[in-house]
């Protein structure tokens, strides 16, 4: 399956993206029919071979495809190509927290790199920059390939990964980096440094950054406007789906109307999150994604959780690829924590299996400009005859530590104290007054 360095789709005719799409559309499923036995046996189900799938509405009564399906066949039960053609494996997990193994070929990963240079490219990015990447490799693997796509510009990459905000601050300033690409959590983080370096008398516009790139969360419009109106540069979001590419699926332009999706490699739909029939655009639903272009891995009508709306609209910019607006929210209640994603589900039976005897619970996510911030775990404890309330506190707090990589405040409450309002699954957010 041919598809090497990503072209520019956005400035061609829409009939030909289409055309493109429904070419490669008819590929991945036979790649898929040929070679998953999952999705052989759905369309022998429906009594239906690829070559049946003619129109939309056709493509539209196959089955989803859920992060459940793909962790039932973990770790390879979904690959279309033998382990040996296989040179990258990325972990994910299922709604219910089990693990998923994504594959990548050779292939796959150029695609990956060549959709982050395209994003890299029309973000003015090119091989006089010096790209600082500031993100933890190791909860977010996806980082890699933004040092891979500033390399492959010929831009220089400063890979800072974990250190403190003000070691940051001093390699901007002594390497003079023009770009920054990091979580929006840090981007606030380093932004609160600034300013308490602007208190002690220090000048904060001696950087030489000419833009930011976050990801792979959301970026709120009130820590954008932030960051803007108090540095006076571009901020700029992308997305991605730690099933597929994350990020490099979609990206934001200069004109900021939206998240631009590389539409010839995937195909998106907005359905409704219960009945999952289409929605109109600009309506809010989840974003179900088919990879057209994915050797390894092929994903047919994949859901994705995230609530977002879909733009189909010419963009100023001049492209006329479809745009998705930030991720609105998850249908599985998922969060995201300084970064971390955080399953209120999974917490739960994580706290059942430190200490069996928690009457009730809430996670608390305390929040900064729509961003996690910090999460504590307001805990009901029943009363055990022998048993220390602070030594079942710490063997949780400790439980929470390692399986979450977060660390998690917890609160000893009565039930009357749980916190009811806004209840989403056990989840209450509390905004943080500013510092």
């Given at each position: 399956?041919?598809h090497?360095?990503?072209?520019?789709?956005?400035?061609?005719n829409r009939?030909?993206?289409?055309?493109?799409?429904?070419?490669?559309l008819?590929?991945?499923l036979?790649?898929a029919?040929?070679?998953?036995d999952?999705?052989?046996?759905?369309l022998?189900a429906?009594?239906?071979?690829p070559?049946?799938?003619?129109?939309?509405?056709?493509?539209?009564s196959?089955p989803?495809?859920?992060?459940e399906?793909?962790a039932?066949?973990?770790?390879?039960?979904l690959?279309?190509?033998p382990l040996?053609?296989?040179?990258?494996l990325?972990i994910a997990?299922?709604?219910?927290?089990?693990p998923?193994?994504v594959?990548?070929?050779?292939?796959?990963?150029?695609?990956w790199?060549?959709?982050?240079?395209r994003?890299?490219?029309s973000?003015?990015i090119h091989?006089?920059?010096i790209?600082?990447?500031a993100f933890?490799y190791s909860?977010?693997?996806?980082?890699?390939t933004?040092?891979?796509?500033?390399e492959a510009l010929?831009?220089?990459v400063?890979p800072?990964a974990?250190v403190s905000?003000?070691?940051?601050l001093?390699i901007?300033?002594?390497f003079r980096?023009?770009v920054l690409?990091?979580?929006?959590?840090?981007?606030?983080?380093?932004?609160?440094?600034?300013e308490?370096?602007?208190n002690?008398g220090r000048?904060s516009l001696?950087l030489?950054?000419?833009l930011?790139?976050l990801?792979?969360?959301?970026?709120?419009?009130?820590?954008?406007?932030?960051?803007?109106?108090?540095?006076g540069l571009?901020i700029?979001?992308?997305?991605g789906v730690?099933?597929m590419?994350?990020?490099g699926?979609a990206?934001e332009?200069?004109?900021?109307r939206?998240?631009h999706v590389?539409?010839?490699?995937?195909?998106?739909?907005?359905v409704h999150?219960?009945?999952?029939a289409?929605?109109?655009?600009?309506?809010?639903?989840?974003?179900?994604?088919?990879?057209?272009s994915a050797?390894?891995y092929?994903l047919i009508?994949?859901?994705?959780?995230?609530?977002v709306?879909?733009d189909?609209?010419?963009?100023p910019?001049?492209?006329n690829?479809?745009?998705?607006?930030s991720v609105?929210?998850?249908?599985?209640?998922?969060v995201?924590?300084?970064?971390?994603?955080?399953?209120p589900?999974?917490?739960?039976?994580?706290?059942?299996e430190?200490d069996?005897?928690?009457?009730?619970f809430r996670l608390?996510?305390?929040?900064r400009?729509g961003l996690?911030?910090?999460l504590?775990?307001?805990a009901v404890?029943?009363?055990?005859?022998?048993g220390?309330?602070s030594?079942?506190?710490?063997?949780i707090?400790?439980h929470?530590?390692?399986?979450?990589?977060l660390?998690?405040?917890?609160?000893?409450?009565?039930?009357e104290?749980?916190?009811q309002?806004g209840?989403?699954?056990?989840?209450?957010?509390?905004?943080?007054?500013e510092?």
């Open positions: 399956m041919a090497g360095r990503a072209t520019e789709p956005g400035r061609t009939d030909k993206l289409r055309q493109v799409q429904r070419e490669r008819q590929m991945i036979n790649r029919y040929l070679h998953v999952f999705y052989r046996a759905r022998d429906l009594g239906l071979v070559e049946d799938v003619r129109t939309d509405e056709e493509f539209q196959l989803f495809t859920t992060s399906d793909l039932d066949h973990y770790p390879y039960g690959f279309a190509v040996r053609d296989v040179v990258r990325k997990s299922s709604r219910d927290g089990r998923i193994v594959g990548f070929t050779r292939r796959d990963v150029a695609l790199q060549s959709l982050m240079v994003l890299f490219e973000l003015g091989e006089r920059d790209v600082q990447v933890n909860l977010f693997p996806g980082a890699m933004f040092n891979q796509a500033a010929g831009a220089t400063a800072s974990t905000a003000k070691l940051q001093q901007m300033r002594d980096s023009t690409a990091t979580t929006p959590s840090f981007a606030l983080h380093l932004l609160d440094t600034l308490e370096e602007r002690q000048e001696d030489s950054l000419k930011m790139v990801g792979p969360d959301a970026v709120p419009e009130i820590l954008r406007e932030r960051l803007q109106g108090q540095l571009p700029y979001n992308l997305y730690s099933e590419v994350e990020p699926l990206g332009c200069p004109a900021q939206g998240l590389a539409e010839e490699h995937f195909l998106v739909e907005v999150p219960v009945t999952g289409p929605v109109a655009p600009g309506t809010e639903g989840e974003l179900v994604i088919t990879t057209l050797e390894a092929p009508r994949y859901r994705t959780g995230d609530v709306t879909l189909p609209t010419p963009c910019c001049g492209l690829t479809v745009r998705l607006s609105l929210r998850r249908t599985d209640h998922r995201s924590v300084r970064g971390i994603p955080v399953s589900q999974r917490v739960e039976r994580l706290v059942r430190a069996s005897n928690i009457q009730d608390v996510i305390w929040t400009m996690g911030d910090s504590e775990l307001w404890f029943k009363a055990l005859p022998n220390s309330k030594a079942r506190v710490e063997r707090r400790s929470l530590r390692r399986e979450l990589g660390g998690v405040r917890v609160v000893d409450v009565s039930a104290k749980l916190p309002e209840l989403t699954y056990k989840t209450v957010f509390r905004e943080k007054m510092p």
